[in-house]
């Protein structure tokens, strides 16, 4: 779920960004010179490491929250007492459980080591975009126009996210916490939404910060 609404995000928030950039040069600020759409370039894949960075957390946060509380408080639990037709044999409930035990822990590690992989991509991406943007235009003015579309653009993707996510992972997880279910309904897990909305919090108040503070000076 993380990663759809996050790509999402991004791809409007793109989308948007370069009709401005096409239609309202004036208003984005910034012009179509080789310089320029190499630095605009570089702005958005340090944003698109971020995302990617923000993703591999989440997914580790998943299997820390796994191995905390367990397989079925963050991906769910599928039911375990099924409709058996008169005549046939159906599996013991037990075994089904022993089943779900051993998925979960399988996610459990996909989810370690994906977050581990996106994580370590995502910062040597990232800082390779950085040092590039500081070679190609040295320690960039704050009030530049391409860093105030790049603050604008990730304040929109992470505020997206965190709007998206962050309430839906709470709601599991009251759910999992306050309500009951019987063995035959399936119950979601906290996993993806919760953590998901947990990461994008303070990456957009950190955003939010930046342009707060420049729409001040």
Known sequence: MVIGVLIAASVVGVIV????????????GVDLSGRSLL??????????????FAIGVSATIDWAMGSAFGGEVVYGRPPVV?????????????????QYTHEHEQRQQQDLLR?????????????GHFLM???VTGIEDPGSALRRAHNVLSTF???VGTVILLPVGIYFALSVALLSAAPDVY?????????GGLVA?????????????????
Do not use: N
């Not at 960004?17 to 984005?28: G, S, T, W, Y």
């Not at 919090?201 to 000076?217: D, G, K, N, S, T």
């Open 39 to 52: 630095r605009l370039y570089l702005h958005l894949a340090s944003l698109a490491a971020i995302v990617v």
């Open 115 to 127: 977050g581990l992989t996106l994580m370590a991509f995502g910062a040597v991406f990232w800082g």
């Open 201 to 217: 919090l303070p990456i957009w108040l950190i955003y939010l910060q930046r342009i707060v503070r420049a729409a001040a000076a």
């Open 17 to 28: 960004f370069a009709l401005l950039l096409i239609f309202r040069k004036d208003l984005v």
């Open 187 to 195: 119950r979601q897990g906290v996993g993806d939404s919760l953590s």
């Open 133 to 135: 943007r500081r070679s």
């Open 157 to 159: 993707v992470f505020g």
């Open 82 to 98: 099924q409709l058996c037709p008169v005549g046939e044999k159906c599996a013991d409930p037990e075994q089904i459980r022993t």
